[in-house]
């Protein structure tokens, strides 16, 4: 099974959101096992960002990708990390939504197989 560039984009960013939670347990006396886990996700993360980029414009991938992490990065903060979750955070956590929704609805690209 092969999947679009847009679900790519997609486990891209939510790799993102794992790689960029993963620095807040780091520290010098961190398990080797740690650092593994972050190298690993930011990699993967990276590798599906530039496969969804042979496909989707480069500027809507970057954005939907870093999206993505920083939705991400946002909710489980305020879940697990119980970071402030005011009203103000929220509306704006909602524009980035809105805002990869419209790249997402008005891009052509990724439709059709490269050189067709």
């Known amino acids: 099974m092969q999947l679009g560039p847009w679900m790519l984009l997609v486990l891209g960013g939510l790799l993102e ?3 960029a939670l993963g620095f807040k ?3 010098k006396d961190a398990p080797l096992w740690q650092y ?3 190298v690993l996700a930011l990699l993967g993360s990276m590798l ?5 980029m042979k496909h989707l414009p480069a500027g ?8 993505i992490g920083t939705i991400g990065v946002a909710i489980i903060g305020m879940i697990w990390f119980r970071e402030p ?3 103000m955070r929220i509306l704006f956590l909602g524009f980035i939504v809105f805002g ?4 997402r609805l008005t891009s052509t690209a ?3 197989t490269p050189g067709t």
């Open 60 to 67: 809507t991938a970057y954005a939907v990708w870093t999206g």
């Open 25 to 27: 347990y780091v520290g």
């Open 110 to 112: 990724g439709t059709a």
């Open 36 to 38: 593994a886990g972050i």
């Open 17 to 19: 959101t794992v790689w």
């Open 100 to 103: 990869i929704a419209g790249l």
């Open 85 to 87: 979750a005011t009203l």
């Open 48 to 52: 599906l960002l530039i496969e969804a």
